[in-house]
């Protein structure tokens, strides 16, 4: 079955890095756009960045352009996030989605929080 398996959150201060990772299973990732959003208390969840097949395609929220990479590693049916010059709005649990043959498929989340 299609498994989502996040990781690489935890506790960073403001301006720091942390680099997400997000491990699929029962399905091949090179075939589909790959999405990472999060969700922070009392907000509800926003879409991040997304990827498209083959990596060439990206897109990402404005509040993370210039500051986050999304990339994958279809080998590794992985997809990453890395983000840089972290801030205290971007704490929240950040899951990893895809989707297939209609069916939204998410992973149990990594929480992020930045200390100011």
């Known amino acids: 079955q299609v498994q989502l398996v996040e990781s690489g959150g935890g506790l960073v201060q403001a301006g720091g890095s942390l680099r997400l990772s997000c491990a699929a299973s029962?399905?091949?990732?090179?075939?589909?756009?790959m999405s990472w959003y999060r969700q922070a208390p009392g907000k509800e969840r926003e879409l991040v960045a997304s990827?498209?097949?083959?990596?060439?395609?990206?897109k990402y929220a404005d509040s993370t352009k210039g500051r986050f990479t999304i990339s994958r590693d279809n080998t590794k049916n992985t997809v990453y996030l890395q983000m840089n010059s972290l801030k205290p709005e971007d704490t929240a649990v950040y899951y990893c989605?895809?989707?297939?043959?209609?069916?939204?498929?998410w992973g149990q989340g990594t929480q992020v929080t930045i200390s100011s």
């Open positions: 029962g399905f091949a990732i090179s075939w589909y756009l």
């Open positions: 989605n895809t989707v297939v043959i209609g069916t939204h498929y």
């Open positions: 990827i498209g097949s083959t990596g060439s395609w990206t």
